[in-house]
T-cell receptor
Framework: QKEVEQNSGPLSVPEGAIASLNCTYS??????FFWYRQYSGKSPELIMS????GDKEDGRFTAQLNKASQYVSLLIRDSQPSDSATYLC???????????FGKGTHLIIQP | GAGVSQSPRYKVAKRGQDVALRCDPI?????LFWYQQALGQGPEFLTY????????KSGLPSDRFFAERPEGSVSTLKIQRTQQEDSAVYLC?????????????FGAGSRLTVL
């Protein structure tokens, strides 16, 4: 049984600060890692993907992957109220199978 | 189409009724996935198609759930004899790649409420 664990929160961060979201996964064979953002009542939208160890930066977002520790994180710099949402960590096996999602972390950016 | 289209957006069913949820993926996308998302939870995998072939249906909760994609494009998720625990948002996602681990684009979802 593949598992993806996230702290459900809520995680409250002041506007302009760095928000740090964490995720661990159980399957050592996992090959692909994603962060999706989901606003209330909306569908998940992809914000970051990462496939190899290290950091990947895209604008205000940085994804970090450590396969040895089976750990993925997402940093959001200069947090904005519009970043308030649930962030879903998703892990893929690299083959023809679906992604396994965590339950999501509810992030609140305080103005 | 420009995105993944799902219908109906909202469905209210009485317990015991059958429902059918439709997904129209992005044109040319070979892989199609169905997920179930209960309130406050992450999406849970239900089933996966590559073109018209259903390669994995291990996530379907019971034999009341059935999915098809007969021509390799539009897919239908059917739930027979609905129960209250079936109430959830049903998300469809597609990707152009044959690898199921590639980037998924989600539809807006179909919210099912079973009374």
């Amino acid at each position: 049984q593949k598992e993806v664990e996230q702290n459900s929160g809520p995680l409250s961060v002041p506007e302009g600060a760095i928000a740090s979201l964490n995720c661990t996964y159980s399957d050592r064979g996992s090959q692909s890692f994603f962060w999706y953002r989901q606003y209330s009542g909306k569908s998940p939208e992809l914000i970051m993907s990462i496939y190899s160890n290290g950091d990947k930066e895209d604008g205000r977002f940085t994804a970090q992957l450590n396969k040895a520790s089976q750990y993925v994180s997402l940093l959001i710099r200069d947090s904005q109220p519009s970043d308030s949402a649930t962030y879903l960590c998703a892990v893929g096996g690299g083959g023809a199978d679906g992604l396994t999602f965590g339950k999501g972390t509810h992030l609140i950016i305080q103005p | 189409g420009a995105g993944v289209s799902q219908s109906p957006r909202y469905k209210v069913a009485k317990r015991g009724q059958d429902v059918a949820l439709r997904c129209d993926p992005i044109s040319g996308h070979v892989s199609l996935f169905w997920y179930q998302q209960a309130l406050g939870q992450g999406p849970e995998f239900l089933t996966y198609f590559q073109n018209e072939a259903q390669l994995d249906k291990s996530g379907l909760p019971s034999d009341r759930f059935f999915a098809e994609r007969p021509e390799g494009s539009v897919s239908t998720l059917k739930i027979q004899r609905t129960q209250q625990e079936d109430s959830a948002v049903y998300l469809c996602a597609s990707t152009h790649d044959y690898s199921g681990a590639n980037v998924l684009t989600f539809g807006a979802g179909s919210r099912l409420t079973v009374l």
